[in-house]
C-alpha cells in the first residue's frame, strides 16, 4: 500500500513537471513569434527609412516624407523614424511639423547626447513647445555627467536657449 501511493505521488510529481515544461515551451513559441513579427516590423521601417533618405538626398521631398511617414506608421515606438522625419522638416523649414515630430521621438525615450539632437531645442523654444525643450534639456542634463562644466561651447549652443 505505501509502494503504491509513493508512486501515484511520482507520477503525479511527474505530470506536474511536465504540465510546466509544456506551459514554458508555449510560452517560449508565443515570445519567438513576438520577436519575429518585431524583427519584420524593424526590417519594414528600416527599408522606409533607406528609401526616404535616399529621396531627401535627391531633393525629391514628397517622395521622402511619405518613406518616412510609412516607418513612422509601421513602428510607431521606434524614435528614429521621428527623429528623421523631423530632420527633413527641419531642413525643409517647416518647423512646427519638425517640432512635432521631436517631441514625438523624445517621448518615445530617444538619447538625447548626439549631435541629431543639436539646434532642437531653440526649434522647441521658437514653436512654442516649453514642455518639450524643458524635457529636452532636463534629460541632456542628468545624463551627461560633464554637464555643464566640461562641456565645449558647440555642446552648449547646441541645446541651450535660456538659463540653465
Request: charged share 25%; with cysteine.
Amino acid at each position: 500500500m505505501l509502494c503504491t501511493a509513493v508512486y501515484v505521488w511520482q507520477a503525479a510529481l511527474a505530470i506536474s513537471e511536465r504540465d510546466e515544461k509544456e506551459r514554458a515551451l508555449a510560452e517560449a513559441k508565443a515570445a519567438t513569434r513576438k520577436l519575429d513579427q518585431l524583427n519584420e516590423l524593424l526590417t519594414s521601417t528600416n527599408k522606409h527609412l533607406a528609401s526616404g533618405r535616399s529621396y531627401a538626398n535627391r531633393e525629391q521631398w514628397a517622395a521622402a516624407n511619405a518613406e518616412y511617414t510609412r516607418a513612422t506608421e509601421t513602428l510607431a515606438d521606434y524614435y528614429i523614424p521621428w527623429l528623421e522625419r523631423g530632420s527633413m522638416y527641419a531642413q525643409l523649414g517647416l518647423w512646427q511639423l519638425a517640432a512635432d515630430d521631436f517631441s514625438q521621438a523624445l517621448r518615445l525615450d530617444s538619447p538625447v547626447q548626439d549631435s541629431s539632437w543639436n539646434g532642437v531645442p531653440q526649434l522647441l523654444w521658437y514653436v512654442g513647445d516649453e514642455g518639450a525643450y524643458r524635457e529636452f534639456t532636463e534629460q541632456f542634463m542628468l545624463l551627461s555627467p560633464r554637464f555643464p562644466h566640461e562641456l565645449s561651447m558647440n555642446e552648449l549652443r547646441g541645446f541651450l536657449v535660456a538659463e540653465v
